[in-house]
């Protein structure tokens, strides 16, 4: 059987999550982001894309 290549996806913090609730800012650390254009790279899973959901509009992924 050929292995099947994980997606991954790469997640940058671009706005800044001052001013937002808590449970975001949760988030992005759970995310491992912390510093305003940080770049983070994870594989693909349901949990991950539901954190992504959440905290989209401060977020730019890219899947690599």
């Known amino acids: 059987m ?3 290549k994980q997606t991954q996806f790469q ?3 671009v ?4 001013g937002y609730p808590k449970r975001q ?3 992005l650390k759970a995310l491992g982001l ?3 254009n940080q770049t983070v ?3 693909d899973n ?7 959901d959440k905290v989209s ?5 890219e899947e690599v």
């Open 46 to 52: 349901l949990v991950l894309r539901g954190m992504i």
């Open 2 to 4: 050929a292995k099947k």
């Open 25 to 27: 800012k949760a988030t």
């Open 11 to 13: 997640i940058t913090l």
């Open 15 to 18: 706005k800044s999550p001052i």
């Open 41 to 43: 790279t994870h594989r």
């Open 34 to 36: 912390k510093k305003m």
């Open 57 to 61: 509009h401060l977020v730019n992924v």
